[in-house]
């Protein structure tokens, strides 16, 4: 665990990058997630550009369920966000996560698609 939160710049565009790819327990998804929410209190409404990347991480119902309450506080922080690599089960636990929290997630295929639509102002 190290680098999976951090604040990265790209076209002067500051946005929150999230990484689940090496998740591999229910304790690594809980915490990478509230090291995310955490990272987003300070920040004022609306001004949080977020990507989120899942690549081959394992995120169960159990931990959703807790990664869930927590996105309820964060949603308002929020102006963007985009989701990488999410396949099969994972998918459907996500649409429940945007159904339960208000999310406005946008699931791509590609990173570097869901890059350019966070850092854009359409």
């Known amino acids: 665990m190290g680098e999976e939160v951090s604040w990265r710049v790209k076209n002067n565009n500051k946005f929150l ?3 689940f790819s090496n998740v591999k327990s229910d304790v690594a998804a809980v915490l990478v997630a509230k090291n995310a ?3 987003c209190i300070p920040c004022e409404n ?3 550009r977020a990507l989120v990347v899942v690549n081959g991480g394992q995120i169960t119902p159990m931990a959703m369920r807790e ?8 949603q308002d922080k929020l ?4 989701i990488v690599g999410v396949v099969g089960m994972l998918s459907l636990l996500f649409r429940i996560y945007m159904s339960y929290t208000g999310s406005k997630l946008r699931f791509f295929t590609d990173e ?4 350019e639509y966070i850092l854009s102002d359409n």
């Open 17 to 19: 990058k999230v990484d």
């Open 37 to 39: 929410f955490n990272s």
């Open 46 to 48: 609306k001004t949080v």
């Open 67 to 74: 990664i869930m309450e927590m996105g309820k506080n964060v």
């Open 79 to 82: 102006k963007k966000s985009a």
């Open 112 to 115: 570097s698609a869901a890059l």
